[in-house]
């Protein structure tokens, strides 16, 4: 008797429906005019539309590291560290989680509530019957949008995290914004760049594949709806904890 994990089998089906959505890319780039729109109103919503909050959550990182980070470091006669942690912290491990966590509670409810609604009303079926294939002109556009997106608001959220910090320092310990930035360049390395673009990318496409995915799962009653949001929100976190620490693991090995 064969065995059957529910866990594994979501996980294979999620690697198969990103396999077909990977797929749909290629034939978007090619005749993907008519949804092109879609992509556009997908990044205003997941990126412009979140940088208020963004900036908030960087300048508090920012605020907390300075704060707190500055004055033990001083005890120690070691505060150039302090621009390892800034680095470490902002750029490196919380932002590019951080920035996933705003697009998951913003966006990846969104899709997935927007697709149920489609599934419940029959437009999907409509699509079908007009010979429009709904991968290639709903969930690839969504998952193009949302990818590029959680790219530019984590880059946005490491620069304006950083910048931020520097006026939180003038207020602690006073320097010369070319001190302060050169000090970041230095310990800035091309692996804590590549890192953060390679977490921000895979994440995008692990929240807007399973936002997708939870969207499409309803069946038939309205009330599917909101559980849809739901568990497209709790599959999207536990999707990029999980691949977070195997980043981790595999940076830190290195």
Not at 89 to 102: C, D, H, K, V, W
Not at 173 to 198: A, C, E, G, R
Not at 205 to 218: E, F, W
Request: some cysteine; charged content about 10%; aromatic content about 12%.
């Amino acid at each position: 008797m064969k065995l059957k994990i529910p866990f594994l089998d979501s996980v294979w089906y999620a690697l198969g429906f990103f396999v077909t959505i990977l797929r749909g890319c290629g034939y978007f780039m090619l005749r993907g005019q008519a949804s092109f729109k879609i992509l556009i109103m997908q990044i205003l919503f997941t990126f412009v539309e979140a940088l208020g909050i963004s900036s908030l959550l960087a300048v508090g990182m920012g605020t907390a590291v300075i704060v707190i980070g500055m004055p033990m470091l001083e005890t120690f006669s070691q505060e150039q560290l302090i621009y390892s942690v800034l680095i470490i912290m902002i750029t490196r491990e919380f932002g590019p989680i951080l920035t996933a966590f705003i697009i998951i509670a913003r966006s990846a409810t969104a899709i997935a509530t927007e697709m149920a609604g489609m599934v419940i009303s029959h437009e999907i079926e409509a699509y079908i019957s007009v010979g429009v294939n709904p991968i290639e002109h709903l969930a690839v556009p969504r998952f193009l949008g949302v990818t590029a997106s959680m790219f530019l608001l984590n880059l946005y959220f490491s620069l304006f995290g950083l910048v931020g910090s520097f006026f939180v320092a003038q207020f602690i310990k006073p320097m010369p914004p070319s001190i302060y930035f050169n000090n970041l360049l230095q310990v800035l390395t091309l692996s804590d760049i590549v890192i953060t673009i390679v977490k921000s990318v895979v994440f995008g496409m692990i929240i807007s594949t399973i936002a997708v995915i939870q969207g499409l799962a309803v069946e038939r009653a309205s009330t599917e709806i909101p559980v849809a949001g739901l568990r497209a929100v709790s599959s999207a976190f536990v999707g990029c904890i999980l691949v977070d620490i195997i980043l981790c693991v595999v940076y830190y090995s290195l």
